[in-house]
């Protein structure tokens, strides 16, 4: 099987064509939506341009009101100021201090005088224009915020059509070759485990997000992880001690000296830690033999002079080692500047790594590297006999979970520009966590997946079971006096045709506090205890069984038929946290409760799309 032409060099293909192409699919896509929706875009744009006149005028208001209020502080600090240094003057010559009572008195009358009509300015006059313009300010407000409510109604249609996997399908319509599941199926990911040997996450590990897919037929799982660990925290605590001292001076008087110091003493105990990680993991049966790592090289922030005096230095190193005879399995390359800037010494196969990295690959992997934008070099690359991890800097931020969220808005063309730069943000993101893969032509000639291999047992993977629990109220799985965050494991228990049944095993710590009193010698020749609070991590657990239903459809017959599937779920569940995406509706169950008939469900969701 031959490499795709496009994809012998990944990144002209985004920058020229791809990149483009989206762009018009995702407008094309939205305009579609706004066209199904049946909204008068005139009418939300003349809306909102009421809205945002009433905003401006409001906020014009707002300005003088301001500016009234501070010269109404200003009149408060003028009168206080007139009152006392009238009282002064008046006072001063009374009082016998000055002479000149005839200066004095009248000038103090006068400033008291003056401290009076602050008052009656700041009581008539200046009140009420500040109550004039609160109200004015209210008014255009209230108008704002009437005519933001009607604009947002006004796009209620159009927010029913958006839903989770709006962005994984306009990829693959812009990139076919990469080909995003809706979600990730146990088949999909249990091939992956038995074919590829893909490690099961450990039991401090939860996924809070899963994409999988496939790359010209062999499989791919962007995966973001919420991980638990211990760490050794250390706490501080202090006094304060005082005491005295005494000498004699040179006339022979006793001098008495007061002193003070700060001890500080620390304790080091278990703790608990969390981390959110994400990672694309890529499975594909060339160079089965062969594993390496890289990290980023800081080549981005290098101009040209940079990289080849960096790759000059590398080449002595390599010369060394050579000489040396540091790593006898290791035979470097001709292209000293893909050695330096890859960085991938640790490899363990020169042959299987010289079958990957062909000239062409080295090509574009440097290309890749030494790129400025959109990310440069912020990608780790590792391989492990038929498994890649990519680790970009970027996706750790990526904001790829689909939510319809993050498309609403109430003003049309602002909700387009949303949706627009989310799908762009979206393809951007993950192409370039793809492009350090589709940078290895042979990569591209195999072609190994097969859905139909793998010990399947249940419709949805774990993982993906994991991550509609993420989702809901944390307080459905959480252990009785646990104070930190939670850890959610899924754990198969049934499957009958479109219903699976997990048990949610959530573990998290209860903190007992404890106080250690260590002792240090103060200045004053004494021990003293000094307290350090710390906590002890105390693990808590509980498991609550949840039902995942593979209905397919839409958010849209989701949002129709909402009050019957409540109904239809309150038989089998006593909490109202529903989770709806990407065809999958998931809800905690009663105790004892093993089986749903799901076929009355599912018949809500058996809308066809267009």
């Keep these: 099987m031959e490499t795709p032409e496009e994809l012998l060099e990944p990144l002209k293909y985004y920058e020229y064509d791809l990149k483009n192409r989206h762009q018009e699919n995702v407008e094309a896509f939205f305009d579609d939506l706004l066209a199904k929706s049946g909204i008068d875009p005139e009418e939300n744009r003349a809306t909102c341009k009421q809205y945002y006149s009433e905003t401006s005028t409001a906020n014009q208001f707002d300005k003088k009101l301001s500016g009234g209020k501070s010269l109404r502080g200003f009149f408060i600090f003028l009168t206080i100021l007139c009152f006392v240094a009238g009282t002064v003057l008046i006072a001063l010559p009374l009082l016998k201090v000055v002479n000149y009572p005839y200066i004095f008195i009248p000038i103090g009358a006068f400033l008291i005088l003056g401290g009076i009509f602050t008052i009656i300015m700041n009581s008539t006059l200046l009140a009420k224009k500040i109550e004039r313009l609160s109200k004015i300010v209210s008014e255009h407000r209230a108008k704002a915020e009437k005519l933001k409510i009607e604009a947002q109604n006004q796009l209620v249609p159009l927010n029913r059509l958006y839903d989770w996997n709006i962005p994984s399908r306009l990829f693959t319509k812009t990139a076919p070759i990469i080909k995003m599941d809706d979600n990730c199926t146990c088949k999909t990911l249990n091939y992956m485990i038995y074919n590829y040997g893909l490690p099961v996450h450990a039991d401090n590990v939860s996924s809070i997000f899963v994409q999988s897919g496939t790359i010209i037929g062999n499989p791919f799982l962007f ?287 209860q903190m007992i506090p404890h106080v250690t009193l260590v002792p240090k010698m103060g200045g004053d020749g004494y021990w003293h205890d000094v307290p350090v609070h710390w906590f002890e991590y105390i693990e808590v657990q509980k498991d609550t069984p949840i039902a995942v239903v593979t209905v397919g459809g839409t958010k849209q017959d989701y949002i129709a038929n909402k009050d019957s599937i409540f109904q239809f779920i309150s038989t089998y569940s006593m909490s109202s946290d529903i989770i709806y995406q990407r065809g999958l509706l998931s809800f905690p169950l009663k105790e004892g409760i093993s089986s749903i008939d799901e076929n009355e469900i599912i018949k809500m969701f058996s809308h066809k799309e267009d």
């Design 223 to 509: 995966e973001r992880r919420f991980s638990q660990y211990m760490y050794q925290k250390v706490y501080t605590g202090s006094i304060t001690i005082h005491w005295t001292t005494t000498s004699t001076d040179s006339k022979g008087n006793t001098v008495v000296h007061h002193h003070s110091q700060t001890l500080t003493a620390q304790v080091t105990q278990p703790a608990s830690g969390y981390s959110v990680d994400t990672r694309l993991i890529y499975c594909n049966e060339a160079a089965p033999k062969l594993s390496f790592s890289r990290a980023p090289s800081g080549a981005s922030h290098m101009n040209e002079k940079e990289i080849e005096k960096h790759v000059a230095k590398f080449e002595k190193k390599l010369a060394k080692m050579q000489q040396d005879k540091i790593n006898s399995n290791f035979t470097p390359l001709g292209n000293t500047k893909f050695e330096a800037l890859f960085n991938a010494l640790n490899r363990d196969n020169e042959v299987e790594f010289r079958l990957l990295f062909t000239p062409l690959a080295q090509k574009n992997e440097i290309s890749l590297i030494t790129s400025k934008a959109p990310y440069g070099d912020d990608f780790s690359f590792s391989k492990k006999g038929m498994i890649n991890i990519i680790h970009s800097s970027h996706a750790q931020s990526l904001k790829f979970d689909g939510n319809p969220y993050h498309f609403y808005d109430f003003d049309v063309d602002r909700a387009k520009d949303n949706f627009v730069s989310y799908n762009m943000r979206y393809f951007q993101g993950i192409y370039y966590d793809f492009a350090p893969l589709l940078s290895i032509p042979l990569y591209q000639q195999h072609k190994d997946y097969d859905p139909k291999v793998g010990n399947v047992k249940n419709n949805t993977s774990l993982y993906e079971a994991e991550v509609l629990c993420n989702f809901m109220d944390p307080q459905v799985f959480k252990p009785e006096d646990c104070d930190t965050e939670i850890i959610l494991k899924a754990t198969p228990v049934a499957t009958k045709k479109n219903v699976d049944i997990f048990n949610i095993h959530s573990y998290g710590y």
